[in-house]
């Protein structure tokens, strides 16, 4: 039950932002702020675990509420001086998530950790620097990607549960990309999050103009 109410108030969250980000900004930032004390959350109780601290699950759901709830609270209130820092720390956890393998001949676990979140902090600052002083057609993009990253990650597995378990799996990507292709959950995760955010950003951008 728990899973399913989580599950549509991350999609009711995401659409909001992917089609309505620059129309509610304040709101959307305040989501996105959220999103960024669940990543800062679960990455300490990852932390602690490696260390050898053990969380039950009462604490690791307290800890997930103290952060999700604190920043998104954060980032709704401070508005326009949040942006920077929230976009800084979400990018960085989605080009940790996305592109970590690019430093996979790293041997060294933490050297491997610091150098993908620290180029991924690099990367989400100046995007957020970007969003902050651009406005309005960067913000429409950003809300958008955004919003599309939620819904994926949560449609996606659903999807891919789906298509695997039948009869004509990897059709689709067949049909589109050749018989000698697999399928693929990533591919699937791609297509959605395109899919969400290019339709996001072409709708904020003809609606903001009226």
Do not use: H
């Not at 709830?69 to 929230?86: P, Q, R, S």
């Not at 959950?185 to 609606?207: D, E, M, N, P, S």
Request: charged content about 10%.
């Amino acid at each position: 039950m728990t899973n399913i109410v989580v599950t549509v108030i991350a999609v009711l969250a995401g659409t909001l932002m992917c089609f309505e980000g620059y129309k509610l900004f304040r709101l959307s930032l305040g989501i996105a702020g959220g999103v960024a004390g669940f990543i800062l959350g679960r990455l300490i109780i990852s932390m602690t675990n490696n260390m050898g601290m053990s969380w039950n699950m009462i604490g690791k759901t307290a800890v997930m509420l103290v952060f999700t709830i604190g920043l998104a609270v954060l980032a709704f209130a401070l508005y326009m001086k949040a942006l920077i820092a929230i976009t800084t720390i979400v990018c960085a956890f989605w080009f940790f998530d996305d592109f970590s393998f690019l430093f996979s001949k790293i041997q060294n676990t933490g050297l491997r950790f610091l150098a993908t979140y620290g180029v991924g902090l690099v990367v989400g600052a100046i995007i957020g620097i970007i969003v902050y002083y651009a406005q309005k057609w960067t913000i429409s993009l950003f809300t958008s990607y955004v919003g599309a990253k939620i819904i994926s990650a949560v449609l996606a597995p659903v999807i891919w549960s789906a298509v695997s378990s039948g009869e004509y799996t990897g059709i689709l990507e067949q049909r589109v990309l050749g018989e000698e292709i697999a399928m693929s959950y990533t591919l699937i995760r791609v297509l959605v999050l395109v899919a969400f955010c290019a339709a996001g950003f072409a709708i904020q951008l003809k609606t903001s103009r009226k």
